[in-house]
Nanobody, 124 residues
Framework: QVQLVESGGGLVQTGGSLSLSCVASGRSFSSSTMGWFRQVPGREREFVAAINFNGGLKSYGDSTKGRFIIFRDNAKNTVYLQMNSLKPEDTAVYHC?????????????????WGQGTQVTVSS
């Protein structure tokens, strides 16, 4: 069992930056692929980024590539999402998720564990 708790969301102006954190409890963090997804009410959950167990592989969604950076610290059981050059369309609830099987998938159904989410709002 893995429990995930996100933090770091808030209100930021267009062009600004925010850093999200996700702290995991449980033994399988260091062997899990960790992902970030975001969701706007009425829309499907969107893949943001994923990182494999040791940080050697990273994947980004088309809308976040080049602006967002995912990284992890296994000693702290934490995965981070550095978000730069934020746009109003980045406004969403951001969730971290864990895939204990270590796959590098972009589909939300491949992730078994989810955090409650943190709100990010980008003002124009």
């Amino acid at each position: 069992q893995v429990q995930l708790v996100e933090s770091g969301g808030g209100l930021v102006q267009t062009g600004g930056s925010l850093s999200l954190s996700c702290v995991a409890s449980g033994r399988s963090f260091s062997s899990s692929t960790m992902g970030w997804f975001r969701q706007v009410p009425g829309r499907e959950r969107e893949f943001v980024a994923a990182i494999n167990f040791n940080g050697g592989l990273k994947s980004y969604g088309d809308s976040t590539k080049g602006r967002f950076i995912i990284f992890r610290d296994n000693a702290k059981n934490t995965v981070y999402l550095q978000m730069n050059s934020l746009k109003p369309e980045d406004t969403a609830v951001y969730h971290c998720a864990a895939d204990q099987y270590g796959r590098m998938n972009t589909r939300d159904r491949d992730y078994s564990y989810w955090g409650q989410g943190t709100q990010v709002t980008v003002s124009s």
